[in-house]
């Protein structure tokens, strides 16, 4: 399945082990330009949302931040602020050159896709366990006029390819990311 020829991964994990884990995987990835859609749970500590900021600005040309529905008593772009913080703490050494702050998850994957061009590699964090769990190909499905069944065979037979190159949490308990051209 095609989407533009564009990489789609997307992942849950919210916390810096499991976004290393998620970079180191990606690192195998060929594409050359690179687009983040990012959040934080809000009950993080302000080090620990700025350090994966501070992670991600080495590898994403263009970072769509977002809050969502785990902003856990934070003020309302203050988790954006956090991470935008790392992204440019990097004196000079980031490659992001594009930092957008969205509210709410499904406009910024929005953004992030009609951003993206054929050959680059998108990662969306997705906002719940849910929606990490139905994965994106119902909301590619919809958004994008495909086919839900097809694009989930599509991500199955990705997987398949994959094979031990799906990327595990830090305890190895399970995927956390699901990788796919559509």
Avoid: C
Wanted: proline fraction near 2%; glycine fraction near 12%; charge should be negative.
């Amino acid at each position: 399945l095609d989407l533009r020829g564009i990489t789609i991964v997307v992942d849950y994990g919210h916390n810096v082990d499991a976004l290393r884990a998620l970079l180191d995987a990606l690192g195998h990835f060929p594409n050359e330009r690179r687009i983040v859609v990012y959040s934080s749970a809000g009950d993080r500590r302000d080090s620990d949302i700025i350090e994966q900021g501070r992670m991600l600005a080495s590898q994403f040309d263009e970072a769509w931040l977002y809050e969502g529905d785990y902003v856990r008593g934070r003020r309302p772009g203050e988790i954006m602020a956090l991470i935008t913080s790392g992204l440019n703490k990097l004196n000079g050494g980031s490659r992001t050159r594009r930092i957008e702050a969205v509210q709410g998850h499904l406009k910024a994957v929005d953004l992030a896709l009609a951003s993206a061009r054929s050959g680059d590699l998108v990662m969306i964090q997705a906002d719940t366990a849910e929606d990490f769990e139905r994965g994106p190909h119902d909301a590619l499905a919809a958004g994008y006029g495909g086919d839900a069944v097809g694009i989930r065979l599509g991500f199955a037979a990705r997987l398949a390819d994959l094979g031990d190159d799906v990327v595990r949490d830090a305890a190895g308990a399970g995927a956390v990311g699901v990788a796919a051209e559509v």
